[in-house]
């Protein structure tokens, strides 16, 4: 049980997961690709508007697959912001890869791509967006600087699943896109994920690597009489169980989702003030970008005042928490090369994001006392 009377994130129930998870077991099979793994697939693939969808068993898992997809090999270098999960980096030095860490912008704490140019190299093989808070990236720049060096575009939309950039939906711009089902998500199983594959010529090797190297997949459409060893692959794929939950949050989706957009906006219209008294900047959403009201963070004055803050809600039982610690300078990053003063804005804002509690079941009891322990912040 968590000491704190408003946790960071708290799992729900939306409606029918546990009704759901039973008929799974009933129908006979537990194992991945069953009945509701079918069930969320095709309405992911609908929502998205995106040719294949593949879950997986969590967004790491998805952007493995995805660098393996791309036959990334030593030498390799891949463009991604310091400012991201270990996954995203992980998947790449999985491979012998190397990635190349490219600076924040300061309003979206999205990655910079106006700094994508300089950094590309005769090695680069790919860019990695990461949508920061689910608002997203400058696709329009990305891809042009993508299509101009010949790169591929792996989107890491772990945040965004129903966010979008210029009406199209994130998670559709890069060849591949990973998502994230983590309890900390919109919509969640627990540990999950689903890898997007936009671009076709990927297919057919996504559903063999998933599938543990073997053409198993193919075996249950009919395709062929018996399964084999055919490529590089692993085990991606979740029980059918977790499957069942998931359909069972994403079918109240609507409702989740204007959960967390009151959420969200109550605590945009009640801070404003306080913040700026302090110094403390909200977050910024451009008018291009719909936001999939994923987390509402904060950006304090400084790292003292930060610590400060979250010490202040601890006493009120209120957990705040912050992320992401640079990449470039992490001891895995250091080792990679990486070096202070590479990414200035990122390690300027990385000591100063802090984000609030913010899960689908926060009431409004519960934001009213986040928001008066807040404003008896005063400095
Ligand atoms: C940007 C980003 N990428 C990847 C992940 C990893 O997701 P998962 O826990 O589903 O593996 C996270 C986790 O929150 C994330 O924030």
Redesign the pocket.
Known sequence: MTPYRIPFNRPGLAGNELRYIRESVESGRISGDGVFTEKCRRLLEELLEAPHVLLTT????A?ELAALLLDLRPGDEVIMPSF??V??ANAVVLRGARPVFVDIRPDTLNLDERLLESLVTPRTRAIMP?HYAGIGCEMDAILAVARRHGLQVVE?N??GLFGEYQGRALGTFGSLA?L???E?KNISCG???ALVINDARHADRAEIIREKGTNRSRMFRGLVDKYTWVDLGSSALPSDILAAFLYGQLERRAEIQARRRRIWERYAGELPEWAAALGIRLPFVPAHCRQPYHLFYLVTASLDQRTRLIAHLKQRGILAVFHYLPLHISEMGQRLGGKPGDCPVTEDLSERVLRLPFYNDLSEAEQDYVVASLRAFDG
């Not at 969590?58 to 898992?61: D, F, G, I, M, V």
């Open positions: 969590s967004c790491t898992t952007l991201t999960f996954s995203t990461v890491d772990a945040q990973a994230s089902f983590h900390t540990e999950g994920g």
